[in-house]
């Protein structure tokens, strides 16, 4: 890890990225979700689903490169926050329920996200 990675951040989010992220909440806590256990680890097979049909719903969808891109570090802000999954409980309705807070704040806050 690089000595100039941030261990806080906070990102003022735009009106177009509180657009999606609301869609996507609301995916998230209503949508069919499909999740299953592979070995010892949690496989959630419903998320890009819920990312590309939140983006179909925004009134100024993304354009797809910029969300496929967007699709890795969402992967890795879900394991970031997700610290003991739960095979009774959905993975995406957690996201959707911490998804609620952010648009509340209108801010993404990350804290020591990128310690070792």
């Known amino acids: 890890m690089s000595n100039q990675t941030p261990l806080s951040a906070e990102y003022p989010l735009t009106l177009q990225a509180i657009d ?10 209503n949508g069919p979700h499909h ?3 592979r070995r010892n680890r949690i496989c959630v097979g419903c998320f ?12 100024m969808p ?5 969300l496929n891109r967007a699709m890795i570090p969402v992967t890795a802000f879900i394991h970031a926050v997700i610290n ?8 995406c ?3 959707g329920e911490i998804l609620q807070d ?3 704040r209108r801010i ?5 996200l990128f310690e070792e």
């Open 102 to 104: 952010v648009i509340a």
């Open 84 to 91: 003991q999954p739960n095979a009774e409980r959905s993975v």
């Open 93 to 95: 309705v957690e996201v």
């Open 62 to 66: 993304l354009n797809p490169y910029i």
């Open 20 to 29: 999606f992220i609301e869609k996507l909440r609301d995916e998230l806590l």
């Open 35 to 37: 999740q299953y256990i």
């Open 48 to 59: 890009k689903r819920h990312v590309r049909e939140a983006n179909r719903k925004m009134s």
């Open 108 to 112: 993404i806050s990350v804290n020591h």
